[in-house]
Antibody, heavy 118, light 107 residues
């Protein structure tokens, strides 16, 4: 059974940093692109980052480019999101997601909440 | 960026009825369109990919249609478990973008 479990969320002040983790199990992690998607309170879904199988390629929307860094450790079946220079608009539930071979996100975690506030 | 316009944002229906949700892309995305279901306390679920291909495990009462810029999710013979929020998403190009969601409630 595919499982994605996020951790590392919490309350952080504007301008500070936070690192999220996602522990994957139930599939060969190194064979799949992985991603982070977020959802602000009472809002819709927003794609945050994608990383290739080896980690050599990463993709971001303009809203987080230069502030967020996605990375992975295939030996540990883990995905990470380093978030720097956090802003109040980064407040959201962050989901780890697996990109399936057909390209959409075929498995999602339950999410971890990040609140950016002074 | 490809803007995804989803409608309606809210839909009320009764069990047994059929409903349709529209998703329009601001430019052609071929058939690179997915539909997801969001329910409280559960992980988001991929229902349909490639515009019309049911993901393994998706009940046959769900169907997707369309290509290019206009897509539709149809749910026939609604069951109680179908009342949820639905999102479309294009994966034709970066940045990946989602529709704003449709909340399907019991009438």
């Amino acid at each position: 059974e595919v499982q994605l479990v996020e951790s590392g969320g919490g309350l952080v002040q504007p301008g500070r940093s936070l690192k999220l983790s996602c522990a994957a199990s139930g599939f060969t992690f190194s064979n799949y692109y992985m991603a982070w998607v977020r959802q602000a309170p009472k809002k819709g879904l927003e794609w945050v980052a994608t990383i290739s199988t080896s980690g050599s390629r990463t993709y971001y929307p303009d809203s987080v480019k230069g502030r967020f860094t996605i990375s992975r450790d295939n030996a540990k079946s883990s995905l990470y999101l380093q978030m720097n220079s956090l802003k109040s608009e980064d407040t959201a539930t962050y989901y780890c997601a697996r990109r399936g071979y057909n390209n959409p996100f075929d498995y999602w975690g339950q999410g971890v909440m990040v609140t950016v506030s002074s | 960026d490809v803007q995804m316009t989803q409608s309606p944002s809210y839909l009320a229906a009764s069990p047994g009825e059929s409903v349709s949700i529209s998703c329009k892309a601001s430019k052609s995305i071929s058939n690179n369109l997915a539909w997801y279901q969001e329910k409280p306390g559960k992980a988001n679920k991929l229902l349909i990919h490639s515009g019309s291909t049911l993901q393994s495990g998706t009940p046959s009462r769900f169907s997707g249609s369309g290509s290019g810029t206009d897509f539709t999710l149809t749910i026939r013979s609604l069951e109680s478990e179908d009342f949820a929020v639905y999102y479309c998403q294009q994966y034709n190009e970066y940045p990946l973008t989602f529709g704003s969601g449709t909340k399907l409630e019991i009438k």
